[in-house]
Structure formats: structure tokens, C-alpha cells
């Protein structure tokens, strides 16, 4: 595309804009009350539905969210008690463990008192 082609383009453009009004004022028209109160009151009735359906979700995300935090209060009680008994486990194999580490070191130590007392009594 050329130059002057671009010109008579750019011409046509400028000629044909956008159709105007002729009366070339702004605002509100005369005579048009009526169509306008319709449309109005259609429009507040649209948002009045919307804010409806607004709470309606709202609400339900509410429940949901509700519904979770008791899902996971109910998880954190099971693992709390699952902790305590763990440790209470935990504590039983503890004492098992040093009881049976004091047993052993008696029986050591009454085996050599024997061993002691057997070979005092040898000679």
C-alpha cells in the first residue's frame, strides 16, 4: 500500500465517522422517564438477586470452612491422644529397660560376691 492510497483511506475515515445526533446535547432526554424508571427498577431487582445469591454463597463457603476446622480439631484430639499414648509406652519400655539393667548388674555383682566368697572359703 502506497502513500496516497493510505490518504484516500484516511480520507473515507474522516468523512464517514460515527453517526451523530443532530440536537448535540448531552444528559438526560425529554419524554424518556418511563423506559428509564423500567430499567431502572430492572436493574435494582438484578442487583438485589445478585446480593442474594452473594450471601447464598457466602454462607455456604462459611459452612464448609466451618466444616473443616472441625475435621481438623477432630484429627488434632486423635493425634494428641495417639502422642500420650505413645509416650505412655514409651515410659513402660523405659523403666523395663532399667529394671532390667539393674537386674542384670545385681546378678553380675552377686555372681562375683559368689565367685569371691566361694574361693574365700577355698582356702
Known amino acids: 500500500m502506497n502513500f496516497e492510497e493510505m490518504a484516500v483511506i484516511d480520507e473515507h475515515s474522516v468523512c464517514e465517522g460515527p453517526a451523530r445526533k443532530e440536537s448535540g446535547k448531552r444528559g438526560r432526554k425529554p419524554g424518556r422517564k418511563s423506559a428509564e424508571k423500567v430499567d431502572m427498577k ?3 431487582e438484578r ?3 445478585s446480593a442474594r445469591e452473594c450471601r447464598a454463597r457466602k454462607k455456604l463457603r462459611y459452612q464448609y470452612l466451618e466444616e473443616l476446622v472441625a475435621d481438623r480439631e477432630k484429627a488434632v484430639f486423635a493425634l494428641r491422644k495417639e502422642l500420650e499414648q505413645v509416650k505412655y509406652i514409651f515410659k513402660f519400655i523405659v523403666i523395663i529397660i532399667y529394671t532390667t539393667y539393674i537386674i542384670n548388674k545385681f546378678l553380675y555383682f552377686h555372681y562375683i560376691s559368689v ?3 566361694l574361693l574365700y572359703f577355698e582356702n
Open 42 to 44: 430492572a436493574k435494582l
Open 115 to 117: 565367685h569371691l566368697i
Open 47 to 49: 442487583s438485589r438477586q
